[in-house]
């Protein structure tokens, strides 16, 4: 265990004898972006009631589940919404037909007020805004698809390769925002053929 004097100013022992050979990148990294575990439960604190307030804003439902669930599986939901957005705002940028945008952006709005169990977003923390339409779009009939002449399918694709990888940040007027980090793409897979 070493002291180290992460960049939020505090000085916490860390372990970083698991980092090995990465030993002096992991101490830099830490001094230079790294938080002490205290500053890193107020910063989710306050992601939390950041998101807690918008959710109320918009008008969605309260989540279902553990006191200690609620809070985080609520930022959770909002970062699906930010990605979703932040996707359908890129794809149509880039010429992509607003109904089918708006085909899945029904889907996906649909099933973020159908899912109410907390555990199901804290499961699903580390995917992307896909994870909660893919199924849908799978299960639906092949009539379904093409009564829609293709358009929610090419609007499905558009929108999962404009996903970016990208973590929350909170501006200091309280939004939340994305901050994207990573490649275009990375954000998920594409599940259905076209
Ligand atoms: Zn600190």
Redesign the pocket.
């Known amino acids: 265990m070493e002291e180290v004097l992460?960049s939020?100013?505090?000085r916490e022992l860390v372990d970083l004898e698991t980092a090995g050979r990465n030993r002096d990148q992991c101490r830099g990294y830490l001094e230079r972006s790294g938080?002490?575990h205290?500053?890193t439960e107020i910063q989710f604190g306050a992601f939390n009631r950041a998101a807690a307030r918008k959710a109320d804003a918009d008008g969605l439902p309260r989540l279902e589940g553990t006191e200690n669930q609620i809070a985080p599986a609520t930022t959770v939901r909002e970062k699906f919404r930010l990605q979703f957005e932040v996707a359908a705002a890129t794809v149509l940028e880039a010429g992509s037909p607003e109904r089918g945008v708006q085909l899945v952006r029904e889907y996906f709005e649909s099933q973020i007020r159908r899912i109410g169990d907390a555990g199901t977003y804290m499961d699903w923390r580390h995917r992307p805004w896909v994870v909660l339409v893919h199924n849908c779009l799978v299960d639906a009939s092949e009539e379904q698809h093409l009564a829609h002449g293709g358009a929610l399918i090419r609007a499905y694709i558009a929108l999962s390769a404009a996903t970016v990888g990208s973590s929350l940040q909170l501006l200091e007027d309280g939004r939340l925002v994305l901050a994207a980090v990573g490649e275009a793409g990375r954000g998920g897979d594409v599940p259905v053929s076209q």
Do not use: V
Request: glycine share 12%.
């Open positions: 992460h939020c100013g505090h938080r002490c205290a500053c």
